[in-house]
């Protein structure tokens, strides 16, 4: 019996994939077509996390034949929730997308890209098959090649060239694994795996291929290497989406593995990955604070902030289901609040001031909209009350004093610092008034662009997910994905982390 | 039968080896080739001729050819090309 | 693959992922079922002989579709790359004019025999497309002009074929309260047949333009 | 040791030794070719392992993987070429930028 609105899993793919097709065949309409399919699509997600939150977690046999012989998508909380963030940060970019890009020209190809990027993301929340994850890896790799190619500079080009080769050859050893672990098993499923699968050799090589493959897609430090160059090349809301949720998409992979598929005896493994991250924070945070150039400051901040969502492999799995509620919680404000960034980074090349921190003195008087977006966004990049990235650390916070980790909070707290040493730092130059102009011909203060007026409303979304916890934890938490009762309520910050 | 096998997956190393050693690139993409084919005969022997087909139309010959092309656009580019001017586009 | 690590670390990483994975494949069984059995007993109602199409196009099509995905995607990725280059001469000669006038409607005729093969024995629209490229690449060497318009919309359709026709059938079953691509075993010949000779012809499109390196001239820039 | 088996290593030295030629061959030609030869290694390790039935037919749907896999490897290396030749257009050299900018 199928289950009502479970189809929505599948329209959440295919719409994309088809408005992907239409842009091809008829570039004119392109981004008519891109503006209805994203907010259809955000429509199918909001009616997807209330079909959950009435039904409980979904599932849809693709071609009605059900696992092991054919394909199954499902969906629990962690899912809608991974689509939302999807739809939150995508649904922005889009309209900001047509300000940016110019209604003809090679940038064009930025239509079909995008929407065929977001399909492969949406595919690859919904997917409960490992080999069926592989081709949406590829979905996804390749889009995002493409769109970092799009901004046609030598650098880009050679981000594109660095990220294509990084996103092949991890894909093929994830591949590998999932051949060994269907040789090992004789299913592709990963609920079936997650029941049947048994230690030894093939299992854990196997694993261990694909954990390692999805380690690298997600720049985790000290993979991190095709990422500053590719994220800081790439056209501006490129950029936003591939800070804000593709180097995620792949850590969501990750966690399903580590939560679903992977037998006991991962505690050194998990040890490890959270050692990995709180070195990512600190050497991220630090790298951007050497950066002089604004994109490729944002660009390290994301490396850094990648390092907190590693941090609850190694929290006592008793408290770690707090802990990955924060990550969670996390991934979703960091989206929004990179986005932000990225599109400030935009809005000042497009209009001509310089994207060298040397040049910002001045660009809050001319540019007074985005650089407020920039700064509420480092409110929750650093973690301070009332955004959404407070409530996140603090759920972090939370796990590590239950679990009586303390190094963690360390960590977490010294994050927050650098990450605000180096937001103050953007803020700070750009409101610099005295001193000699470093150029005469900067544009006078102007009309505020739509796109500037875009950037300052993404940016305070991640103010307003500092209320909106209760909803969104809630859904969240159906089908209890971080495998324990959450029956203990949402406790409230007391005071500041 | 075994020597047959034997040497074959041999091989398939050998000349994957010298495809990716050697220096030329018209050389590289000859050996390339031949890898295919001989790939597609390992697909053979394990009694895949679906893949083998594939191998053969795709692997070998396709890629190949792209190979092929890329390799004459490159030299022709180098030629072409002045400094500070794009070509391509 | 940026920064070179020394030899030593780099020999280190290799052996370790040749002994590890030597040691995953010969744990494995000498002897495993697979699904090889679940395949065979639902072969019937697939709509297909070979067991390979049927997984390809039945049980696992929607692995297929988003495959098919993909080489959309190259496509439009390389359109939004790269413009063709120009080409100074074709390599036309009597001989090659001769081959192509007589290997061309070869091929594609036995672009149409694979295809059917692939139902029932070896063969399918990977093939196929293969062969349609390969005939549409003599074209090309031969000197041939792309046609006038082809940068407009009937080469476009062409290259997206594959993916309409196979989201239309899957989209089409659900009328009849089945599940996306749940074919109905009495229609599933007809349909995998329609959308493999749709997947052919796009796969062909993709490919003879991949190996032109970039969009048309003549296509509108935004792809 | 079956037959198998004796294919499989074969890809896993393919895969090793395409992996060892990626880090070192600095031409990108090169380098994308190493991902095919590595591609080529997976997929030989997948298939061969499915002859390992106790049937004569191999279990078809690892081969299914196999087909779906060397047509999105080819739709890459078209793609890894075009871009290749961008690279070159615009710096002059068919090799990835030094990765250190900053």
Known sequence: MPQPGAALLVVAVLLPVSASALCFLAPRLARAIAVVVALVLALTVVLLAVQLVTHGPLEYRVGGWGAPLGIDLRADGLTVFMLLAAALTGLPVTVYGLSYFPASGAAGGFWPLWM???????????????????????????????????????????????????????????????????????????????????????????????????????????????????????????????????????????????????????????????????????????????????????????????????????????????????????????????????????????????????????????????????????????????????????????????????????????????????????????????????????????????????????????VVLGFTAPLMLGVLDVGEPFGQPSGEPLSEPGGAP | MWMLDGTLAVSLVLIASRALAADDLFEAVALFVAFGLLMTLAWVRLDAVDVALAEAGIGAGFTGALFLAGVARLQRQARVRRPGREVHR | MSRAPSRAVLWLLLLTLGGGLGWAVLSLPPVAQGLGEQVRQHLQVSGVESPVTAVLLNFRGYDTLLEIAVLALATVAIWSVATMPRRRRGLAGPVLVFFVQVLVPFMVLLAGYLLWSGSHAEGGAFQAGVVLAAAALLVILAGAPLPAGAGGWPLRVGLMLGLLVFLGVGVLVTTTGRNFLELPPAWAGGLILMIEAAAAISIGASLALAFRGGRPRNARAGS | MTVAFLYALSGVALFVLAFHALVSRRHLLHKIMSVNVMGSGVFLIIGALARRTPTADPDPVPLALVITGIVVAVAATALGIVIMLRVQAATGRPELPPADRN
């Open chain 1, 116 to 462: 065929l990027l977001w399909g492969a993301l949406n595919a690859l929340f919904v997917a409960g098959d490992a080999f069926n994850l592989y081709v949406t890896l590829e979905l996804m790799g390749l889009s995002a090649v493409g769109l970092v190619a799009l901004a046609g500079s030598s650098d880009a080009l050679g981000g594109a060239m660095r990220y294509l080769l990084m996103t092949l050859t991890a894909s093929l050893i994830y591949l590998l694994g999932v051949g060994l672990l269907y040789h090992r098993s004789g299913t592709l499923d990963l609920a079936l795996l997650g029941t049947s699968l048994e230690g030894g050799a093939t299992t854990w090589v196997a694993l261990g291929l694909m954990s390692a493959a999805l380690l690298v897609k997600s720049a985790l430090f000290p993979l991190h290497f095709w990422l500053p160059p590719a994220h800081s090349s790439a056209p501006a809301p490129v950029s936003a989406v591939l800070s804000g949720l593709v180097v995620k998409a792949t850590i969501y992979l990750l966690l399903r593995l580590w939560l679903d598929v992977m037998p006991p005896g991962k505690a050194g493994l998990g040890a490890a990955l959270g050692g990995l991250g709180a070195a990512a924070i600190v050497w991220g945070s630090v790298q951007a604070l050497r950066q002089s150039e604004l994109k490729l400051l944002v660009a390290y901040s994301t490396v850094a902030q990648l390092g907190y969502l590693f941090l609850p492999f190694a929290i006592d799995p008793a408290h770690a289901g707090v802990a990955w509620r924060g990550a969670a919680y996390f991934v979703l404000c960091h989206a929004l609040a990179k986005t932000a960034m990225f599109m400030t980074v935009g809005n000042l090349q497009k209009l001509g001031a310089g994207a060298h921190l040397g040049e910002l003195q001045h660009v809050a008087r001319q540019f007074p909209v985005s650089l407020a977006a920039f700064g509420i966004a480092g409110v929750t990049i650093i973690g301070l009350p009332p955004s959404g990235g407070f409530l996140a650390k603090w759920l972090l916070l939370q796990a590590s004093f239950g679990a009586g980790q303390w190094w963690f909070a360390v960590v977490v707290l010294a994050g927050g610092l650098l990450s605000a040493a180096y937001v103050f730092r953007v803020v700070g130059l750009a409101f610099v008034e005295e001193g000699t102009r470093a150029r005469g011909d900067v544009a006078p203060k102007g009309r505020t662009s739509a796109a500037e007026w875009i950037t300052l409303a993404v940016a305070l979304a991640t």
